[in-house]
T-cell receptor, first 115, second 114 residues
């Protein structure tokens, strides 16, 4: 089954304790992306990757890191989490259907609480 | 620069009546436009997409949207609402100039009354 998986689905942590949220896709997509969803703000893009070893900042990259060493995986790293990073996080992957129409497939989400 | 404005944060309709969710966008290049739906405590599902082909786009579950360049709009419609349509809807823009940068609207929550 074609899918995007994220782990963990739920995480409660404390301020300053490094964490990694994993994302994996089995569709051989070149593009992958991370978003956070906060009430009233929709989804905001954190980082995206257009291919292996190619990443770029979205609108809200502060406090996050990513890496793309393999095509299927795109982990999100919070080196020193803070309470304002409490949010619902989505990973997405995409192929280009006609040049640049990036139709995205989303993972189930990771709910992160930082106390 | 890209931006998306969903003109209504909440829309309430009665079952069987038409649905209209409004979206205006701005883009420096020819945009790709999407509508996604998110049911409560669920992930996001693509409803439909516009990619510079036909301006009237048909999606799943009876939804459609019309791309109007002169009005920079991409409103989502459905002739007859069903209870199962109650969800949050997001208008999304991405364009070649932005690479894979994607901008979501703030969302419109649709309520359907019996």
């Amino acid at each position: 089954e074609a899918q995007v998986t994220q782990n963990p689905r739920y995480l409660i942590t404390v301020t300053g304790k490094k964490l990694t949220v994993t994302c994996s896709q089995n569709m051989n997509h070149e593009y992958m992306s991370w978003y956070r969803q906060d009430p009233g703000l929709g989804l905001r893009q954190i980082y995206y990757s257009m291919n292996v070893e190619v990443t770029d900042k979205g609108d809200v990259p502060e406090g996050y890191k990513v890496s793309r060493k393999e095509k299927r995986n795109f982990p999100l790293i919070l080196e020193s989490p803070s309470p304002n990073q409490t949010s619902l996080y989505f990973c997405a992957s995409s192929f280009s259907t006609s040049g640049f129409s990036y139709e995205q497939y989303f993972g189930p989400g990771t709910r992160l609480t930082v106390t | 620069a890209q931006s998306v404005t969903q003109l209504d944060s909440h829309v309430s309709v009665s079952e069987g009546t038409p649905v209209l969710l409004r979206c205006n966008y701005s883009s420096s290049y020819s945009p790709s436009l999407f509508w996604y739906v998110q049911h409560p405590n669920k992930g996001l599902q693509l409803l439909l997409k516009y990619t510079s082909a036909a301006t009237l786009v048909k999606g799943i579950n009876g939804f459609e949207a019309e791309f109007k360049k002169s009005e920079t709009s991409f409103h989502l419609t459905k002739p007859s609402a069903h209870m199962s349509d109650a969800a949050e809807y997001f208008c999304v823009v991405s364009d070649r100039g932005g690479g894979f940068k994607t901008i979501f609207g703030a969302g419109t929550r649709l309520f359907v009354k019996a």
